[in-house]
């Protein structure tokens, strides 16, 4: 069975601008998650989504937003960016409460 | 509030030596605690899980883990290392209480060398 998958890889953009990254999660599974790390860091909590319903959320501000579609992918959004959102964006997907397997990242560079 | 401490920011090892990798957790209620591995430029990979049950968690990769309830720890251990076991090794814990979601809180990262 396919992993998660994320799009883009790579993402390059300029401060104040707005972003959209893309997570398809395992088959099967109705939970995804979203995280933050920072270069040197442990992941950061965003956001998790369940049966498209939002079931949790870190301490990040509005501009950061998500979304679950009804086949379970989901979208990270995060409007006005600033120097300190580059990092590696990453999405997980797990089956109900289960362990959560991740996807390989979206890298995002804000200049 | 649950936190995670990884106190050590890197361990060296020799190959063939066996590897431990501390971890150090605070959480409300009962744990639920995972191992995950980051190669370079790559998403975590799952490594082993602790639940309930036995404090000996056997993984991926002959890995294993030791959940200690009174120390709350949960330090990740493996008989014979590989050089291929290098990497980044984070700890996360969850709350058991279904109102807490999926939200995992992980520690900084104990990254580990293993050398020929």
């Known amino acids: 069975d396919a992993g998660v998958t994320q799009s883009p890889t790579h993402l390059i953009k300029t401060r104040g601008q707005q972003v959209t990254l893309r997570c398809s999660p395992i088959?099967?599974?109705?939970?995804v998650s979203w995280y933050q790390q920072v270069l040197g860091q442990g992941p950061q909590f965003i956001f998790q989504?369940?049966?498209?319903?939002?079931?949790g959320r870190g301490n990040f501000p509005d501009r950061f937003s998500a979304r679950q579609f009804p086949n379970y992918s989901s979208e990270l959004n995060v409007n006005a960016l600033l120097l300190g959102d580059s990092a590696l964006y990453l999405c997980?997907?797990?089956?109900?409460?289960?362990?959560?397997?991740f996807g390989p990242g979206t890298r995002l560079t804000v200049t | 509030a649950q936190s995670v401490a990884q106190p050590e920011d890197q361990v060296n090892v020799a190959e063939g030596n066996p590897l431990t990798v501390k971890c150090t957790y605070s959480?409300?209620?009962?744990?639920?605690l995972f191992w995950y591995v980051q190669y370079p430029n790559r998403g975590l990979q799952f490594l082993l899980k602790y639940i309930t049950g036995d404090n000996l968690v056997k993984g991926s990769y002959g890995f294993e883990a030791e959940f200690n309830k009174s120390q709350t720890s949960f330090h990740l251990k493996k008989p014979s290392a590989l050089v291929s076991d290098s990497a980044l090794y984070f700890c996360?814990?969850?709350?058991?209480?279904?109102?807490?979601?999926?939200?995992?809180?992980f520690g900084g990262g104990t990254r580990v060398l293993v050398k020929p």
């Open positions: 088959s099967g599974h109705k939970s």
């Open positions: 996360a814990v969850r709350e058991q209480l279904k109102a807490a979601g999926n939200k995992l809180t």
């Open positions: 997980a997907s797990s089956a109900e409460l289960r362990e959560q397997y």
């Open positions: 989504y369940y049966e498209k319903e939002e079931r």
């Open positions: 959480v409300s209620g009962n744990p639920y």
